[in-house]
T-cell receptor
Framework: AQTVTQSQPEMSVQEAETVTLSCTYD???????LFWYKQPPSRQMILVIR??????QNATENRFSVNFQKAAKSFSLKISDSQLGDAAMYFC???????????FGQGTRLTINP | DAGVIQSPRHEVTEMGQEVTLRCKPISGHDYLFWYRQTMMRGLELLIYFNNNVPIDDSGMPEDRFSAKMPNASFSTLKIQPSEPRDSAVYFC?????????????FGPGTRLTVL
C-alpha cells in the first residue's frame, strides 16, 4: 500500500520569505500523480499544485513550485514571497495510476509571521 | 459553478442516534468520494463511487457506516447507531477523470459531533 509522509508537523516563515514543505512517499508504481492541497481555517480543501510522475519538469503555479525527485520519492512544495493568506494546513497526496483515490500525508501547519 | 455541496455543515447528535450526511457533486463529474478527517488519523478515504456504483469501500470503518449514490447528483453517508468516536469532519469530493486530468474538488465538509 502506498504511504505518504510529511515529517514537519509545523513550519513558520516570515512574510515575503520563502518556505519549503517536505513530502516523501512510498510506492512500487511508475506512473502516478502527486498533489499539494491547502486547508485554511475555513477547512475547505483547495488544490495548490499537481505533478504527473511521467513529467520530469517540476510543476509551477505562480508563487508555488515543487521539487519532484522521482528516484528519491520526494515531492516538496516551495512557497515564494509568502503571504499572510498562505497560512493553512498543507497536505501532500498521492494517487496511483488507475486508482482514482488519494492517499494523504498527515499535514504541515504553516504559520506566516508578519 | 456551485461546487460540491454538503449538508448539513454542522451536526450535533447523541450517541445511538442515526446520522445522515448529504452530498451533491459537481454536475458532470463521474467520481464521488467520502473522506473523514480527525486529528488522530488525518484524512482517510471511506468509500468512492464511479458512475453511481461503489468501487472501493475498504475504508468504511464498520457496519454502522453505509453510503449510497442513488443518482449522479446525490449521495448519502449514514451512521447508525452513531458513537462518540465518529466525531470528525466528513468531506465529500467529486472528480471527472478525463484523459490525464486528475483533480478532486472538495465540499466544505460536515463537522459531526456525537455526544
Amino acid at each position: 500500500a502506498q504511504t505518504v509522509t510529511q515529517s514537519q508537523p509545523e513550519m513558520s516563515v516570515q512574510e515575503a520569505e520563502t518556505v519549503t514543505l517536505s513530502c516523501t512517499y512510498d510506492t512500487s508504481e511508475s506512473d502516478y500523480y502527486l498533489f499539494w492541497y491547502k486547508q485554511p481555517p475555513s477547512r475547505q480543501m483547495i488544490l495548490v499544485i499537481r505533478q504527473e510522475a511521467y513529467k520530469q519538469q517540476n510543476a509551477t503555479e505562480n508563487r508555488f513550485s515543487v521539487n519532484f525527485q522521482k528516484a528519491a520519492k520526494s515531492f516538496s512544495l516551495k512557497i515564494s514571497d509568502s503571504q499572510l493568506g498562505d497560512a493553512a494546513m498543507y497536505f501532500c497526496a498521492f494517487e496511483g495510476q488507475g486508482a482514482q483515490k488519494l492517499v494523504f500525508g498527515q499535514g504541515t501547519r504553516l504559520t506566516i509571521n508578519p | 459553478d456551485a461546487g460540491v455541496i454538503q449538508s448539513p455543515r454542522h451536526e450535533v447528535t447523541e450517541m445511538g442516534q442515526e446520522v445522515t450526511l448529504r452530498c451533491k457533486p459537481i454536475s458532470g463529474h463521474d467520481y464521488l468520494f467520502w473522506y473523514r478527517q480527525t486529528m488522530m488519523r488525518g484524512l482517510e478515504l471511506l468509500i468512492y463511487f464511479n458512475n453511481n456504483v461503489p468501487i472501493d469501500d475498504s475504508g468504511m470503518p464498520e457496519d454502522r457506516f453505509s453510503a449510497k449514490m442513488p443518482n449522479a447528483s446525490f449521495s448519502t453517508l449514514k451512521i447508525q447507531p452513531s458513537e462518540p468516536r465518529d466525531s470528525a469532519v466528513y468531506f465529500c469530493a467529486s472528480s471527472l477523470h478525463r484523459g490525464l486530468l486528475h483533480e478532486q474538488f472538495f465540499g466544505p465538509g460536515t463537522r459531526l459531533t456525537v455526544l
